[in-house]
């Protein structure tokens, strides 16, 4: 198979892992293939930040890597009175087996609990003011990367390159426009799609949901004796598919296989992606084709990614 890695740079990951989801996946794959990230900054979404970071830094030991992991963001952008009461409502609504993790309508310490995030986006803001060129991966609701903006000149951003696991340009998970990780914070994602960065890569969710590990490739990861087969193996014992041919779709695991490998076979448009933050399009995101402010991914062999990943968690690479 033919790979062609892009050149190295500093890679940060803004994440709302647990302990083996589909963030999780991905960095797993990041670390297996060598591309170790400089910091790791945690969101709220499904889980706190606070309990992200100690699932990424769990991970981190379990490939034997030192990687700064920094807590952020537990509450969107926008978080007045009047927000958090009309979005409330509109969880409240949602069908019972809509995926809202940490914003279920029913956890009342979300919603109403007064909470410190942490310092990630001020670390996030001071590791791209160092750096030459990063390349930084959202792979939950953008909220530590959008106040990071705030904080850094277009000077400083157009040296870095933003990739977003996110958004939606068919159908949604949340509601029937609105992709999680956009849902979650419309604001931020505006915010972050709007700045000055030297490229902008959306990976939306009817790309990201197309791979899916089936039983066969299922059972011949969970055999390697690598930090990612063990994990899968215990996630298959105490998870079991029962009827199911296949696990749930790897999401964000697409998003860092194209990151790494710009040979894998893809298609694109470029345009303008819009964001809306109204209560009743919340989280809504289209694309208006057109000069190239944003690059969004329309489709990916799904076979391409599959073996990718498969190859780099089952022959674990050496960390750089």
Known sequence: MTSTRRAPRHLIVDTDTSDLNDDAFALHYL???????????????????????????????????????????????????????????????????????????????????????????????????????????????????????????????????LWVSGGATTRGNVTEAAEFNAFADPHALRECLSAAWEKVTVVPLEVTGAPRLDITRVDRIRLARTPFGRALDELERVSPREDGRDREPIWDVVVAVLLMDEAVPCSSAGGTLTVFTDIARRGMTTLSEGDAAHHVVTAVDPDAVLQRFEDAVTSQGRPS
């Open 31 to 161: 670390f297996a293939s060598g591309r170790v990230p400089d910091l790791i900054t945690t969101v709220f979404g499904n889980l706190t930040a606070h309990s992200s970071a100690r699932a990424a830094l769990a991970l981190t030991r379990a490939h034997g890597v030192d990687v700064v992991v920094r807590a952020g963001a537990e509450r969107p952008l926008h978080w007045d009175g009047s927000v958090q009461r009309d979005l409330r409502a509109v969880v409240g609504s949602l069908p019972a087996d809509t995926y809202v993790a940490s914003l279920r309508a029913d956890d009342d310490s979300f919603w109403e609990d007064a909470v410190d995030d942490g310092p990630a986006a001020a670390e996030l803001a001071a590791a791209l003011a160092r750096s030459p060129g990063c390349d930084v991966l959202a792979l939950g609701p953008t909220t530590n990367i959008a106040r990071a903006v705030r904080m850094l000149d277009s000077s400083v951003l157009s040296r870095h390159r």
